[in-house]
């Protein structure tokens, strides 16, 4: 996950309710490094609102440790999700990287 | 077990209790029974179980469910029609689903296509929308009384702030927003201000609230409906604005107060996503003259299974230590320690009391049973052009669940029978006097610490003329041999005896019944037939309530002690001077009232020392093995009667042929509990011929 100057996290395709363990392990261990975190979301095709909620809780926690993050290239499912639950601006409020 | 585990086991667990009402529904709008407000029933079955599929990503069943619920909506909706058609299609749609719930338990992968022919009807269905009911087509349901949705549009504004225990509870929200957006034009904004840092997240809990903005022309009731199953009332407050257009419909005074409010409160409330005190929660939907009554608040919680057997197990190791201590109360004189022998007593009443209690926590009522035998029927009478009623009697008896799990196959096999060659065709009976329509009637009751089912149809009855002569052809009986009308009836339970002249794929091939009886037997029950020639057979199954105790006989064999299942005592004697034979082959057999009965002697069917040899001085037990095969168990003497707690031998020990299971008796001691039907296996074949008369 992490190389060089910053810390990857690459989503998996499917973030359904099952994925929940993994992915908040993987946020809680990008928010204890001390690097700019890039969340690649290209892969998602399943983004359930239990793993959005993650996603949420680790933005608050980069933002809080001033820990600079971006999310690369989200694919169209992880965009419509955000939008969809009524959280758009939650995402716009974050770094988009294409 | 993990969480997510857990939460799949729980959503297949209420898959199947949720596809069981779904059909219950629909046999009650084929039967006519049904009503509006079932329609809505149905069709928030099928919703729940989509809600779950997707949250754990299941994909087939997920399309598959969406596909029956589009169907259903537009049932409910009145834009489709019901027909008795559309039940079938809606019944053949259950199966896919209950196949498909069962493929993702599994693990497994149904073919590719399984569900297609059904998936492309039900699209079919649901595009061809209301149908022409031809004069001459199957009946069509008895009219179900739809609120029509009215025309004009209407505006909500919904705060939904659902509970931590959301996901728990295996609700995915992007459903009920993608349900939402269906009916009409839908503003969403979530507020996220709960969401902690990840540090403090907790993956189970949901921290997220939305208020909506929903315009549509759906009715109030509807959207409530759509919301109301996966929210309660607590968490989901809906404003109906109301801005009824087009049609002059007058808007809702009741809401005209709050409205009020509102304005002048200048709260918008939308982009807020927390309710505005002045949202008033949303009144529960009723259907006026549909809406069923209430029904009293029933508290449970779901235990598992395995804990439950776990004290059923441990409450059978209480009633032991009881017995066992009452046997050695026994040796105190009465006048000592009276105070220890009340207080013994006690506790053996508690203790049974207690082992009656969690005995009754396992049980569930015949009407899990009962339930599947409407479509059964439905569909053999269809098979076979007959018209059956089906009335069934006594669905809260309860049972234990280790029984009731093997009532539906016999069950099953009683009724297809009692249907395909029973009842006549409504042409027959109408030659006969009889209604055209044929009667089936499934009772249960308690009757004497015993489960008794009775299934009664007013078919033809047996023909005990073919019924004996295909017994005598198939050596069942000889010609000589007397038998009354009872024995004559109960002959249908022996292996390959058929009266049918033609097989069909529903019975006819004479290894049902005999099958039926021994998997009857084989729970410790009893199954009779009583039938009166054209006019009536009625089946009697008697069973155990449960199989976790056993009233058995104790008998003693050397220095060992058995138990033998009361269930297949005939009866015990002393043999006289000249009743046992000997056979050539070797083997005893016993003349009894003209027949011979094979001996098994117990002390060497197990290797037993110190046993009496002496058979003047031995006790025979007739005994019936499964197969109705009587054979005469040697024994030494008979101890007495008692209920006993059923051990099993092979998860505590190893699998022994010949032997059931074992129990503790009060004295401490291990009894083995005999297995009738395995004991003359290896042994006296009831062909040997007779040789010299043996001492």
Redesign the interface.
């Given at each position: 996950m992490t190389k060089g100057a910053e810390c990857r996290v690459a989503l998996p395709a499917r973030l359904d309710i099952a994925a929940i363990g993994t992915l908040h392990k993987a946020l809680l261990a990008a928010a204890g490094q001390k690097k700019p975190v890039v969340i690649d979301a290209e892969q998602v095709t399943t983004l359930s609102t239990v793993c959005v909620q993650a996603l949420l809780a680790a933005a608050n926690s980069f933002r809080q440790r001033k820990i600079p993050f971006c999310v690369a290239r989200p694919s169209d499912v992880f965009v419509t999700t955000f939008d969809g639950l009524g959280l758009f601006s939650s995402l716009m409020s974050w770094e988009v990287r294409q | 077990m993990?969480e997510?585990a857990q939460?799949r086991q729980t959503y297949f667990q209420e898959c199947d209790e949720v596809l069981s009402e779904f059909e219950a529904h629909l046999m009650a709008l084929d039967e006519g029974r049904g009503n509006a407000e079932t329609l809505r029933a149905a069709f928030r079955a099928i919703h729940s179980i989509k809600g779950g599929a997707s949250?754990?990503?299941y994909r087939r069943l997920v399309n598959f469910a969406h596909a029956l619920e589009t169907l259903l909506d537009k049932l409910r909706n009145g834009s489709a029609t019901l027909t008795a058609d559309t039940i079938s299609l809606l019944l053949r749609a259950a199966d896919i689903v209950a196949d498909l719930v069962r493929a993702a338990q599994s693990g497994g992968e149904l073919i590719e296509k399984h569900e297609g022919a059904v998936l492309d009807a039900l699209v079919l269905r649901a595009d061809a929308g209301a149908l022409a009911v031809a004069p001459d087509a199957a009946p069509t349901v008895a009219s179900v009384n739809l609120t029509p949705a009215p025309a004009g549009k209407y505006h909500y504004r919904i705060a939904f702030n659902p509970r931590s225990d959301l996901?728990q509870r295996g609700i995915?929200?992007?459903l009920m927003?993608?349900e939402l957006r269906q009916t009409g034009s839908l503003a969403?904004?979530?507020d996220?201000g709960a969401?902690?840092?990840?540090?403090?997240?907790d993956?189970k809990r949901?921290?997220?609230s939305?208020?909506f903005e929903l315009e549509t022309a759906t009715p109030s009731e509807t959207v409530a409906e759509t919301l109301s199953f996966v929210a309660d009332d607590d968490e989901l407050a809906i404003l109906n604005l109301d801005r009824a257009v087009g049609n002059g419909v007058p808007q809702n005074p009741a809401t005209e107060a709050t409205k009020a409010t509102e304005d002048s409160n200048g709260d918008t409330a939308a982009g807020s996503a927390r309710p505005s005190a002045d949202i008033a929660p949303r009144p529960l939907a009723g259907s006026g003259d549909d809406a069923l009554g209430i029904a009293p608040v029933v508290s449970s919680i779901r235990v598992d299974l395995h804990k439950l057997d776990t004290l059923v197990n441990l409450v059978g190791e209480l009633v032991i230590s009881q017995a066992m201590l009452n046997e050695q109360l026994s040796l105190v004189p009465t006048d000592k320690f009276p105070g220890l022998i009340r207080g013994v007593q006690e506790l053996s009443q508690h203790a049974r009391n207690l082992q009656e209690s969690v005995m009754s926590m396992r049980a569930q009522p015949v009407k899990l049973v009962f339930a599947r035998l409407p479509r059964l029927v439905r569909e053999v009478a269809a098979e076979t052009g007959k018209r059956i009623r089906l009335l069934m009697i006594g669905e809260d008896t309860e049972i234990d669940k280790t029984v009731i799990e093997h009532l539906h196959d016999p069950l099953t096999h009683m009724i297809r029978n009692a249907i395909d060659h029973g009842i006549e065709t409504p042409e027959e009976r109408a030659t006969m006097g009889k209604p055209p329509e044929g009667l089936i009637r499934v009772s249960a009751s308690h009757i004497g610490g015993k489960i008794v089912i009775q299934l009664a149809d007013d078919g033809r009855g047996i023909n005990r003329q073919k019924v004996l002569a295909r017994a005598i052809e198939k050596g069942i009986v000889t010609r000589d041999q007397q038998l009354n009308d009872e024995q004559i009836d109960n002959l249908i339970f022996a292996p390959g005896l058929s009266t049918a002249t033609t097989v069909s794929n529903i019975s006819g091939r004479g290894v049902g019944m005999d099958i039926v009886r021994r998997n009857i037997q084989r729970l410790g029950g009893r199954i009779t037939i009583r039938s009166t020639p054209g006019i009536e057979s009625i089946f009697y199954l008697s069973l155990p309530l449960t199989l976790a105790v056993l009233d058995g006989m104790v008998v003693r064999v050397g220095g060992e002690t058995y138990v033998v299942p009361l269930s297949n005592m005939v009866e015990t004697l002393r043999p006289q001077p000249g009743q046992v034979r000997t056979l050539v082959g070797g083997g005893d057999v016993l003349s009894l009232r003209g027949e011979y009965v094979p001996m098994v002697y117990l002390h060497r069917k197990f290797a037993v020392s110190q046993a009496n040899t002496d058979i003047s001085k031995a006790l025979v037990m007739l005994v019936e093995t499964d197969a109705s095969m009587r054979i005469g168990l040697v024994v030494d003497e008979i101890v007495g009667q008692q209920q006993v707690v059923i051990k099993s031998l092979e998860s505590n020990y190893d699998a022994i042929h010949g032997i059931g299971g074992a129990t503790i008796l009060g004295n401490g001691r291990v009894a083995l509990i005999v297995d009738v039907s395995m004991l003359l296996t290896g042994g006296i074949s009831p062909d040997s011929p007779l040789v010299s008369n043996a001492a």
């Open positions: - | 993990d997510i939460l949250a754990f990503g996901f995915e929200p992007q927003i993608a969403v904004t979530a996220a969401v902690p840092t990840i540090e403090a997240f993956p949901n921290y997220l939305w208020a």
